[in-house]
């Protein structure tokens, strides 16, 4: 792809740049992608029958039309209306109804930012790494002003006077990343396939950022496939980007199409960005997200999958490009499912649930392991401890949101480790007024509809991989409800009533997944351990035999989040139930 190029995809905008955009309103005027758009906007508006074209007068528009309206644009930049015609007499025409045009404009302005929009920088120099500010600075932040400061110029011109009122909309990109290209330690056959594409090293984001995806849902389960699917793949390095993720301790490589930015630029909210040494050492995972399913194996299209690849010590996940998987969930999902088979090899435990240390006044800190199936409440009742911080609760620190690791160490301690810096969570289970206190960081996911999904930050890298030791690990309960006068929380005497009732997994679906009613998966976590159980169901009886020689509270807490009418109240419940045990539990 060439430098200083664009492309347009349906609803998206993908601008290459290598140094800086257009100097000043005038070149921005007379750029290609300017005509392109404004072509675009004209055909769309001839479709629809709009108003709006009658100022070309009582003909439709032509080629010569549109560049005499450019021409006019240009001059509108800097002078009033009643020059611009004595300049450019084929401009007198758009001035018939001076009204109109004025609303012409509004639209185009409007227009242009309908879509989703991401500059790409390709650095060729150490700089963009030392200074990625200045390669924004010359980019996304001049894009953002000029384009702005065009539409306020032609505006004045045309109307003839000054807003009284200023709004600082995102009207440049709503994303900008800066790529190289970097040598990574892959086997020869991964570097051929994947060695050209860039990799990105900087990201900057205009949140609250608004993506629709092709599917709100994520349906079965990773299936393992013995073949290597990358072999027939082919990876147009023009074309596609890599995120190299920090996924716990593991550096998972997540290549994309760009044509699918929107889904993986929210992984920046989600899995550290790997830099540095981070990025030199060994690759432990990859995963390809929106290949071309008519490279895949006829039996492979229609699921998304892995590959273990024991020759090379490396996993491959794959996600074909049909609409059915262009849901979050399968981009996160399987990610961490590559992390959970990984750990599992190495003597880990994996587990699926919301690690987080709570300081109540007067007592030492204490690390709650929630485990849980999807939509069990782990988040929610995590959330819930925020809405209820008071003096009683000092501090709250999040180790894992909704996958991590347990690992013994010399000691014989459970010590926890996380996966994600951020919450992938549904918008129907938080209060209002959490959920308005994040928009100015968050990546907000089919807003309009079920299951409603928003990306926010929660913690940071350096805590998920402190190594935390577990002091309570709790069953999230979501579909009994609660009795009244009773506590949320309970605890199990007996091992094997605990391995049971963490081995049933049961939960209530929420409508996250395909699946309805109460089901039971393996451990709740169909992300690696369902599929190797013989290697998991060895870590956890070694893991469980340890927390009870320890002494750690093992118990269940019921969310209720699963019961209509609960959805609120329920983790509120079981959040103020579980301060009351931490202050009374020393």
């Known amino acids: 792809m060439a430098m200083n190029s664009f492309l347009f995809l349906d609803d998206k905008v993908i601008l290459w740049l290598q140094d800086r955009v257009c100097e000043d309103s005038e070149a921005l005027l007379a750029s290609e992608p300017f005509l392109k758009l404004l072509t675009r906007c004209v055909n769309d508006l001839q479709k629809k029958n709009s108003k709006l074209v009658r100022i070309f007068g009582a003909s439709a528009p032509n080629a010569g039309d549109i560049k005499n309206l450019v021409n006019t644009f240009q001059f509108l930049t800097r002078l009033p209306v009643e020059h611009v015609i004595k300049l450019v007499p084929e401009s007198e025409v758009f001035f018939a109804d001076r009204s109109l045009f004025h609303n012409f404009v509004e639209h185009l302005y409007n227009y242009w930012r309908h879509f989703q929009r991401l500059i790409i920088s390709r650095s060729t120099s150490e700089d963009a790494d030392i200074r990625p500010n200045r390669t924004f600075n010359r980019t996304i932040e001049h894009l953002t002003d000029l384009v702005r400061n065009t539409y ?21 990109a709503e994303l900008a990343a800066i790529t190289k290209l970097k040598h990574l330690d892959l086997p020869e056959t991964y570097q051929t396939k994947l060695g050209s594409v860039g990799i990105i090293r900087q990201v900057l984001m205009y949140p609250p950022l608004i993506f629709d995806s092709s599917s709100n849902k994520r349906s079965g389960v990773f299936e393992q496939v013995f073949t290597n699917p990358l072999v027939n793949l082919q990876v147009d390095p023009d074309h596609w980007l890599c995120y190299p993720a920090k996924v716990g301790p593991l550096l998972v490589l997540v290549y994309f199409p760009i044509k699918a930015f929107e889904l993986n630029f929210a992984l920046c909210n989600l899995f550290e960005l790997a830099a540095g040494v981070d990025i030199q050492k060994k690759v432990d995972a990859i995963l390809l997200f929106g290949v ?13 999958f892995f590959y273990d690849d024991p020759g090379h010590g490396l996993l491959l996940g794959v996600v074909p490009d049909q609409a059915q998987f262009g849901y979050f969930g399968y981009l996160k999902k399987l990610i961490l499912t590559l992390h959970n088979i990984i750990v599992m090899k190495n003597g880990r435990l994996p587990f699926h649930g919301a690690m987080f240390q709570l300081k109540v006044r007067d007592t030492d800190a204490k690390n709650i392991l929630i485990l849980g199936d999807t939509g069990a409440g782990k988040s929610e009742t995590l959330e819930a401890f925020r809405s209820i911080a008071s003096q009683d609760l000092e501090d709250i620190e999040i180790v894992a949101d909704d996958m991590g690791s347990l690992w013994l160490d010399e000691q014989g301690q459970i010590i926890a480790y996380g996966t994600e810096i951020g919450a992938f969570i549904r918008l129907d289970d938080l209060s209002p007024g959490y959920a308005f206190g994040q928009m100015d960081r968050a990546v907000i996911l089919n807003a309009n509809q079920v299951n409603a999904r928003v990306v926010i930050p929660v913690t940071d890298y350096e805590t998920i991989m402190e190594g935390h030791r577990v002091d309570y690990i709790l069953y999230a309960n979501n579909y009994d409800q609660l009795p009244a006068h009773q506590s949320a929380i309970r605890r199990f005497d007996d091992m094997v009533e605990a391995l049971d009732t963490f081995r049933s997994g049961r939960v209530m679906s929420k409508g996250t997944t395909t699946t309805t009613g109460i089901v039971g998966t393996y451990f709740a976590n169909v992300f690696g351990p369902q599929q190797f159980q013989g290697l998991h169901e060895e870590l956890a009886k070694l893991f469980f035999t340890k927390m009870y020689d320890n002494g750690l509270y093992v118990g269940e807490i019921r969310t209720q989040l ?3 009418g609960s959805e609120r109240s329920g983790p509120l419940t079981a959040a103020k139930d579980l301060l009351i045990l931490l202050k009374t539990d020393n």
Do not use: F, M, T
């Open 152 to 172: 306020r110029d032609i505006q004045v011109n045309v109307s003839g006077k000054y807003p009284r009122i200023y709004r600082q909309v995102s009207a440049g």
């Open 292 to 304: 071309n399913s008519q490279e895949l194996a006829e039996n492979q299209r229609d699921r998304a």
């Open 562 to 564: 699963g019961i209509p």
